[in-house]
């Protein structure tokens, strides 16, 4: 601040503290004073010296509130939204499942917007993080319509080439994934076979199932093996859902590594202006 039209000989402003006065201050519940300053400065021109007062107020918004209503419904959408890709192909609301993420994050965006800026230099980290998030989800929507797009395609008319073929075996091997197998021996065979064979029974009857389980067993093992590299046993459902599963670990990786560095930078931030 300063005087008009009048100069350091007839007006000498100083502030009376260095700070700014706060004995009538009311505290606001969404923004916390750090610190303030007040200091003097001789300016001159062409009609002379003045003096300016300069004062200076740092705020920061309160992170409890902005945490609880942005940050934490942010994520557990973009969490949901992942999980589109474990929804079984052969159900019909999975199209339906990443349609409502997508609108809720926008919805959701344009709620937030609401409470920001309209416009500034600046983004904003959080403005940032939403519209990534919202891309991410429209990218979601686009991979599954090709997901279901190869688990209906037919298997006669357009079989499976020999390079995806090789491709998807690479990508099993990689996520341990087991090839689909038919006759396939359940966990809890498995199980009483084992335990039938330590508890060692005389009895003809039950040995003879002891050794036809084995047998099955070892069947199974061999099928899978024979599984990675007969090519009859690759089909278009079988490369929808080794798809998905890699879609999943990927943006689930990707989630926490991006919403990760978000956080950091944010609390970065707020013990850097502490």
């Given at each position: 601040m300063f005087v008009w039209g009048a100069d350091l000989s007839s007006t000498d402003l100083r502030p009376l503290l260095p700070t700014i006065d706060f004995d009538t201050y009311v505290v606001n519940g969404e923004w916390e004073v750090l610190s303030t300053k007040a200091w003097r400065q001789v300016e001159g021109n062409d009609a002379g010296n003045i003096t300016n007062l300069y004062y200076q107020i740092?705020?920061?918004?309160?992170?409890?509130?902005?945490?609880?209503?942005?940050?934490?419904?942010?994520?557990?959408l973009a969490l949901v939204n992942i999980f589109v890709f474990t929804v079984p192909s052969e159900a019909g609301e999975r199209l339906a499942y990443s349609m409502t993420s997508l609108l809720s994050f926008g919805v959701f965006m344009s709620f937030i917007l609401d409470y920001m800026p309209s416009?500034?230099?600046?983004?904003?980290?959080?403005?940032?993080?939403?519209?990534?998030?919202?891309?991410l989800s429209a990218v979601h929507v686009l991979l599954c319509i090709l997901s279901l797009r190869l688990f209906h395609r037919d298997n006669v008319k357009h079989p499976v080439s020999p390079t995806l073929h090789s491709l998807i075996i690479c990508l099993e091997m990689l996520l341990c994934l087991d090839p689909p197998v038919k006759n396939k021996v359940s966990d809890i065979s498995d199980m009483?076979?084992?335990e039938n064979a330590t508890v060692g029974h005389n009895d003809a009857a039950q040995s003879k199932g002891v050794k036809g389980k084995l047998d099955k067993w070892a069947m199974t093992r061999k099928q899978k093996q024979a599984a990675y590299s007969d090519p009859k046993e690759m089909t278009w459902r079988r490369v929808s859902?080794?798809?998905d599963k890699l879609l999943f670990r990927f943006f689930l990786c990707l989630l926490l590594a991006s919403n990760g560095g978000v956080w950091t930078v944010m609390i970065n931030n707020y013990y850097h202006y502490s």
């Open positions: 740092v705020i920061r918004r309160r992170p409890s509130l902005l945490a609880l209503t942005v940050l934490l419904p942010v994520v557990v416009s500034t230099e600046n983004l904003s980290i959080i403005a940032v993080n939403l519209s990534s998030l919202l891309m009483s076979l084992f859902r080794s798809l």
